[in-house]
């Protein structure tokens, strides 16, 4: 074998040991998980019960509840990317661990994308059981949704969030103490100009320009689409998404390098706690 | 002690075998610090923790770096490590320059810290497998290659799927050996291994590095406080004070130097400082540079 080869196969190897590390975690903290899985459900209830105080009868009330809670599905999915994202400097700091991964001999990107593609994984699960879960408990009808369109513009979307997820994972770096909870910022943030509970046109003007870049309007809307109205896959929100996608992972690679960077000429890789 | 895993990358095609193992010039880490007395929005100034250091490691030698915490011990190993970067001078791992080929050196370099860092709620060998991963080592070869070099580690089989936070610290420590030995590196970064750990512990730990030199071909530079551990592992001993290398050499050559029977004495003659009498600790001068 080449020594392209052997390295092209050893970086494989050690994107498989990120998503293993992850579920052997997942294993170990599964009833942390089930709790907090609670705690979503609930979270999402309390937003899509508005659809039945808002006054309307029948069908226009299915479709205010099928639209807040896909708003929701999303909010949750998104938030378990950015949680994972950001952890992988956080957690492995906390642990302890961190110099020793920041010394391993595996790309940067493979180690991002390691974390990303289980965080995906593991957020669309999560995000299935959240919709069908409260869609069962609230009577939510969708009798024309295409799950199908719905699940691949998500999983097309993730590609994007993945790159912006890495732009925020640089966070904890810089700054150990706030850098986590400075990612659920840049999560709000982007919801917040995405539509996530009403339509982007509903914004000011200048939110409806920044909705243009960022992925979860795109995935928010084409979702809404496939579920409530049976929608396919609509090139108008394919494309937008795939743009952003090969732009966000070297965005957000280069962002990391230069934290990382920062962090190796200040000493800040060290665990703080 | 059974044998190390095999690497899965060809090392020898990364080493310069002409080159020394170690080969370090006019190394500088400087640190920015807020001075503690002048406030909270005083001027952090620089902090010199290495100090022009200059030294050489030829293969298969193990030298052994002496100093009180704050010195500078920890950073050298971290720069070596490509964990931090130095404000100037040159350092060349088995002839790889350590800025431009970091990707390089860091199949060649692993590293024993005082803290025996692992996920806590994983186990022994989950914790091994996952860090073989990093340098290409696939499940088959895990799942003979760990339970090898735990046994090695004269670690007990029957607690190999314990969560790391059940394990005594001495257990933990030899955990972190063998995950530094499973990739078989050419050049082991070993800062202070056997600190905190019990009698016993400490001497199987240096049983274990003995044993390694003796059986493997890797390089050993060792960070410790511990006089007769430098002693009796070491080929050559060096005090760092202060950032600064005040010498590097065969354990008789230095008590010859300073005319003394013991190397702590030598250390008082070269430091002027007893070397029970600490500053702070090097981990706590981070804290402060980081505040």
Known sequence: MSEYAIEMRNQLVGLFGIVERNVYLTKRYFLWDLAFMVWTIA???????????AGLHGAAENTLATRL????TIWAFLGIIFEFMTETVAWERWEGTIEYTFMAPLSRLVHLFGQGAFAV????IRATILFFAVAAFVGIHAPQANYGAAFAL???GSLSFIGVGIMTSVLPLISPEKGAQLGFVAQGVMLAVSGVYYRVNVMPEWMQWIAKI???TYVLRGDRNSIIHGAGLAWADVWPLLIIAVLATPIGLAVFRVGERHAKKHGKLKRSG | MSSVATPTTDLTTRLDRS???VEVRDLRKTFL???RNAGRFARKRPWPALDDITFTIDRGECVAILGQNGSGKSTLVRLLSTLLIGNGGEARIFGHDLDREASTIRRLVNRVSVEASFFKKMSAAENLSYAARFYGMTPRQTRTAVPEILASVGFPPERRGESMEHLSRGMQQKVALARALLTSPVLLLLDEPTTGLDPRSKLEVQEFIRAVRAEHDATILLCTHDMAEAETLADRVGILDRGRLLFLEPVEDVKRRFGVPTLEQAFFAATGREFENEGQDEDDEYREVFA
């Open chain 2, 19 to 21: 080159a020394p193992a």
């Open chain 1, 121 to 124: 994984l593991y957020g669309l």
């Open chain 1, 154 to 156: 998500l999983a097309l």
């Open chain 1, 214 to 216: 960022s992925p979860a």
């Open chain 1, 43 to 53: 979270n999402t209830l309390t937003i899509v019960f508005i659809a039945r105080s």
């Open chain 1, 69 to 72: 809670l896909v708003g929701a």
């Open chain 2, 33 to 35: 610090r807020r001075d």
